[in-house]
């Protein structure tokens, strides 16, 4: 069964700098998809990145970046230029690109404070 | 465009009783998942259904059922409510069962007394 992990359960930055969430994931699979998204107080979570694992190539968003590592199982998120509108819970989530379910393996999830 | 839409937003029940939460996917969605978010947890899936039909269930009990209209929205039902099944329970849709990610909604917080 696959699973991911999130070891750092809360990050706080400063405004305007760069913050680094981590997450790691554990599958026997080849080909998958993963994902961060953001949970705000609000409680919608909102999608902020996708990656398919057959790319190398890493994906960005604006200000979102991701370290993909496929040998490494590691999945990383950087935010660049921090804003205050970035606090909120970030959520890492895997989803297998074989079978019929689509259903999302989240981790723990990273409550992020951003800084003034 | 509407969202996700999600009915009740909050509700509270008795140990024992049944609930039935609601959801409207984004129009032209034609799959639907559950999810229950335990307070400071990740969402732990529930059911996917996709035109109508149940397409993945997680490990939960047989006291969570769900099902798909033909409009596409979709009913979560929860009997013999326990203490534990105090959440937010989320509901996401996707044109194509999350290959490109899901739409969420806000949840319905759902408290058992």
């Known amino acids: 069964a696959q699973t991911v992990t999130q070891s750092q359960p809360e990050m706080s930055v400063q405004e305007a700098e760069t913050v680094t969430l981590s997450c790691t994931y554990d599958t026997s699979e080849s080909d998958y998809y993963l994902f961060w998204y953001k949970q705000p107080p609000s409680r919608q979570m909102i999608l902020v990145i996708r990656q398919e694992a057959y790319k190398q190539q890493n994906a960005t968003e604006n200000r979102f970046s991701v370290n993909f590592q496929k040998a490494a199982k590691s999945f990383s998120l950087k935010i660049s230029d921090s804003q205050l509108g970035d606090a909120a819970m970030y959520f890492c989530?895997?989803?297998?690109?074989?079978?019929?379910?689509?259903?999302?393996?989240f981790g723990q999830g990273t409550t992020l404070q951003v800084k003034p | 465009d509407a969202g996700v839409t999600q009915s009740p937003t909050h509700l509270i029940k008795t140990r024992g009783q049944q609930v039935t939460l609601r959801c409207s996917p984004i129009?032209?969605?034609?799959?639907v998942s559950w999810y229950q978010q335990v307070l400071g947890q990740g969402p732990q899936f529930i059911f996917q259904y996709y035109e109508k039909e149940e397409r993945g269930r997680g490990n939960f009990p047989d006291r969570f059922s769900a099902r798909q209209f033909p409009n596409y929205s979709s009913e979560l039902n929860v009997n013999a409510l326990l203490l534990g099944d105090s959440a937010l329970y989320l509901c996401?849709?996707?044109?194509?069962?999350?290959?490109?990610?899901?739409?969420f909604g806000s949840g319905t917080r759902l408290t058992v007394v």
């Open positions: 989530a895997y989803r297998s690109a074989t079978g019929n379910t689509g259903k999302l393996i």
């Open positions: 996401a849709s996707s044109l194509v069962g999350g290959l490109y990610g899901y739409t």
């Open positions: 129009s032209g969605h034609k799959s």
